[in-house]
């Protein structure tokens, strides 16, 4: 049984180094929820930071902890910080001239303007919206998979490796333990998932679901703006965020993992 308290602390540690740094290493997560949490953080005051910035630990905390501390998640859905948040995600998408949308909220906004106007109907869609859509060059799945297969190998080397059309699995040794990557790569929703497990010796243990904007409560892991011009520096941070996953047993509290394993 991990130690939610303790890995909260953990964890709130971790998200304050990260604000320290100007989130630099969040800001490069191609996931809009991710950017809508640090421009919505970045608005408050600092007692809303601080408030803002304990909820999303002990929802990273609770989440990475596995099934056993899935119970618990309903508690932070109700502390006010979050609740706001919760209200900020939906409501407050409006603020932003394009409202944070995905890769591929964007491809449906241009295929509508087409069909609108292939059928000769008014066009249904914000014209700027179109404009917009339109300068996107999101990135497919074919080249995903020629990106991060090569990239995948490159961290573990050697690792097994299973990739079809929509899901990747790989599998070795990285920072001393067994580590697995789960990545969906064939969502309607996001470009690219991915989940990390590590298995651990030394403390022996185990982190399920992981990843670092999931241990921060930033975001699920779910990369949904993909394009052109970060393809490079997405495929380049997966690796380091895979890495960050990997180091945590060495990191946190004793306490913490998740028991090992049988066998």
């Known amino acids: 049984m991990s130690d939610i308290r303790k890995l909260h602390g953990f964890l709130r540690l971790e998200f304050e180094v990260e604000a320290r740094s100007g ?38 905390a609770i989440w990475i902890s596995g099934e056993e501390g899935a119970r618990d998640l309903p508690k932070v859905n109700e502390l006010p910080a979050w609740k706001a948040w919760l209200h900020e995600s939906v409501a407050g998408a409006a603020r932003d001239l394009h409202y944070y949308h995905t890769v591929q909220d964007l491809r449906a906004c241009a295929a509508q303007a087409k069909a609108d106007i292939a059928r000769g109907r008014p066009v249904s869609v914000p014209q700027d919206l179109v404009d917009y ?15 991060v297969g090569p990239a995948m190998k490159r961290l ?5 490796v299973s990739i079809s059309n929509r899901f990747g699995n790989y599998d070795g040794m990285l920072c001393g333990s067994r580590v697995s990557i789960g990545l969906d790569l064939g969502s309607r929703y996001h470009q690219l998932g991915y989940q990390v497990a590590v298995d651990s010796t030394d403390p022996p243990g185990r982190l399920t679901r992981a990843g670092f904007e999931m241990a ?24 380091e965020l895979v890495r960050y996953v990997a180091e945590l047993p060495r990191r946190i509290p004793a306490g913490c993992l998740q028991e090992a394993r049988p066998g």
């Open 23 to 60: 989130f630099a290493l969040a800001r490069r997560v191609p996931d809009m929820r991710v950017k809508h949490f640090l421009d919505y953080y970045a608005s408050l005051s600092a007692d809303a930071q601080d408030q803002l910035a304990s909820a999303a630990a002990l929802r990273g």
């Open 133 to 147: 859509a339109n300068t996107i060059r999101g990135i497919k799945t074919p080249e995903l998979r020629k990106r």
């Open 156 to 160: 573990f080397e050697p690792a097994l």
């Open 216 to 239: 921060l409560g930033l975001g699920l892991g779910h990369w949904n703006f993909i394009v052109e011009e970060n393809i490079d520096d997405s495929i380049a941070l997966l690796s």
